[in-house]
């Protein structure tokens, strides 16, 4: 498979050089996106290696770091890349781990891998509390919103994706900015696509983070709770219509009836001083417990309820067209025209310095 990486360049002038001359042999070419960049990170690189593999894409105005991605994205699959690694330009991921990161979709048992920070408690040693907290707190609305229960760390931008799930994703439905590497899971549970986490480190050093966690919680959770009742009614009740529908459809009901009359008769208790009688306890606690059973039920199977054929194994592909795509795929899964992306790229060193 031809490799591709794409670094978003923002304010990482003093850390880009050396993450780019510590990429392997591995990969075959690398996209440094300069979104709009103050300091000029993706020219800076360029001009101080000699690196032939390298390709600057300019943004005449700032996007986030998904626009600056997802910029990445549409020049490697207009040049040809099978698989497409992000790494950040900051230095906390270690471009070594690269050839680990994309095993799985090499050997063709995942779309998409990710890095994990949170596999063991050496990895997290040196990472600040605010960011465990943040990560666990996101990390269970991920997995509600997305489907993917058996991942952690969302927010982490160390990834590796096969160019069939990038194809099928309509990325204008993409978070362009800091919630991109959410979306990213969200979108890709939508396709059942595989997922898999894949074990790092990560180094914490000088950079800084333009995040606001008091601006951006709410802003989150909105989108994940959104996403989740989206997924839910597509999964179970559009796509599909089974047991579990059932579940969830009886055990919301039962919830519902049995809290809302168990409270209106507790009120009325405390109000007039009367006790409630045996039958109006019990036809209040009967359809609370069993609402609550079927939810679990439902919850269990929609755990379980994960995609195990990869995209890439899963599809047929049609090699002649040029490119990696479904039979009788439609339009919107072809690769993006680059022509209408708002950068400007220069090939190799000479143009860049």
């Given amino acids: 498979m031809k490799t591709a990486v794409v670094v978003p360049c923002y304010r990482v002038r003093?850390?880009?050089?050396?993450?780019?001359?510590?990429?392997?042999?591995?990969?075959?070419?690398?996209?440094?996106?300069?979104?709009?960049?103050?300091?000029?990170?993706?020219?800076?690189?360029?001009s101080q290696l000699d690196d032939q593999r390298i390709e600057v894409i300019y943004h005449s105005q700032n996007l986030?770091?998904?626009?600056?991605?997802?910029?990445?994205?549409?020049?490697?699959?207009?040049?040809?890349?099978?698989?497409?690694?992000?790494?950040?330009?900051?230095?906390?991921?270690?471009?070594?781990?690269?050839?680990?990161?994309?095993?799985?979709?090499?050997?063709?048992?995942?779309?998409?891998?990710?890095g994990n920070r949170f596999w063991s408690r050496a990895t997290i040693g040196n990472m600040p509390g605010v960011r465990i907290f943040g990560n666990a707190a996101l990390g269970f609305i991920t997995k509600m919103s997305s489907g993917y229960w058996r991942l952690f760390d969302p927010t982490n931008g160390f990834t590796a994706i096969h160019r069939q799930a990038l194809m099928m994703l309509d990325q204008s439905r993409i978070?362009?900015?800091?919630?991109?590497?959410?979306?990213?899971?969200?979108?890709?549970?939508d396709i059942r696509a595989v997922v898999v986490d894949v074990p790092m480190h990560a180094n914490y050093g000088e950079e800084t983070s333009g995040l606001s966690i008091r601006r951006t919680a709410l802003e989150f959770l909105g989108k994940h709770l959104k996403a989740t009742i989206r997924r839910i009614i597509h999964f179970y009740f559009l796509r599909d219509?089974?047991?579990?529908?059932?579940?969830?459809?009886?055990?919301?009901?039962?919830?519902?009836?049995?809290?809302?009359?168990g409270g209106y008769h507790w009120c009325l208790s405390m109000s007039t001083g009367l006790t409630a009688s045996t039958g109006t306890?019990?036809?209040?606690?009967?359809?609370?417990?069993?609402?609550f059973q079927l939810f679990l039920q439902f919850l269990s199977y929609d755990i379980a309820n994960l995609p195990t054929i990869p995209l890439q194994?899963?599809?047929?592909?049609?090699?002649?067209?040029?490119?990696?795509?479904?039979?009788?795929?439609?339009?919107?899964?072809?690769?993006?025209?680059?022509?209408?992306?708002?950068?400007?790229?220069?090939?190799?060193?000479?143009?860049?310095?």
């Fill in 281 to 291: 306890v019990m036809l209040a606690a009967l359809p609370t417990i069993l609402g």
């Fill in 241 to 261: 219509f089974s047991i579990a529908s059932l579940h969830l459809l009886f055990g919301t009901f039962g919830l519902m009836f049995g809290l809302l009359f």
């Fill in 64 to 114: 986030g770091v998904g626009g600056a991605v997802l910029s990445g994205y549409r020049q490697a699959l207009a040049e040809g890349a099978d698989l497409i690694v992000k790494l950040d330009g900051d230095g906390q991921m270690d471009p070594a781990l690269i050839a680990t990161l994309i095993q799985p979709i090499l050997r063709g048992d995942a779309d998409y891998t990710k």
């Fill in 14 to 46: 003093q850390f880009i050089v050396d993450v780019v001359q510590r990429i392997g042999p591995e990969v075959d070419r690398i996209y440094l996106v300069d979104d709009a960049c103050p300091e000029q990170s993706g020219d800076w690189a360029a």
């Fill in 175 to 189: 978070s362009p900015r800091y919630f991109f590497e959410s979306d990213m899971l969200i979108q890709l549970g």
């Fill in 313 to 353: 194994r899963l599809l047929i592909t049609a090699p002649e067209a040029g490119s990696i795509a479904p039979k009788g795929s439609s339009p919107e899964n072809q690769p993006p025209d680059t022509a209408s992306a708002p950068t400007q790229s220069k090939h190799g060193r000479d143009n860049c310095a």
